[in-house]
């Protein structure tokens, strides 16, 4: 079982640019249940609903119960504009499924990730069908090919087995010192680290580029310089549809 001692006080996206590398281990707690029952993992999962700061995953066997910090959110709330800038400005077709619950029924494995995003044509189709029936059904929204996790505490279940049970063909762990590793899915079912983006075109160093920046705790500043860089990246290899 892991407990990370609460970071102390509110903090604003500004003020990451001050945190020390040290600091980014504060925040976080997890606490693991061994031994549980998908029913039970099933259960929680209904009762405690989307967008609260808990995170709950599943790897068959053992259940992590995680509460987020300010460090954690804060990083989370830097990435996801970097990703969406890109997506705008590269017109990449896509959607976003932020913090859903993903849950591989058959597999009998489930979590929460911080950030995702689909990119298949027939994935992209089906999402706005749902949406446009105004669907609730979780069954009618496709598992995202996309997932960041903002990893500044080491989880203690198999967190990369159940991605490969959902199937999503990459992960981002961005790390305690603003380290971000990018992971496709491999054939084997093992998650392999590589220096670009499948589905954004954009490499490990200019995201940790954007997350180390000295003006991050100049918002304005920070934004409006990411927003001219993923202008200026033009279409994707072999570009992109509507």
Known sequence: MSAITTFPGPAAAGDLASFPSSSLAHGDRRIIFPGVGWETYESLSRTQGEGNHVRLAYDGKDLEIMTTGYVHEILKELVGPIIKAVLCWRGIPHFGSGEATLNAVNARRGLQADLSYGFE???VRMTREALARGSMDPADYPKPDLAVEIDISPSQID?????????????WRITRDRTVIIEPLQPDG???PAGVSQFLGITVEEIRGWLTAEDLGQQA???????????GLGQPAGGAGA
């Open 221 to 231: 500043a920070w934004y409006r310089r990411l927003q001219q860089w993923a202008m």
């Open 159 to 171: 967190r990369p087995a159940i991605y490969a049970a959902l199937q999503v063909a990459e992960v």
């Open 121 to 123: 044509p027939d994935k």
């Open 190 to 192: 093992s998650y392999s």
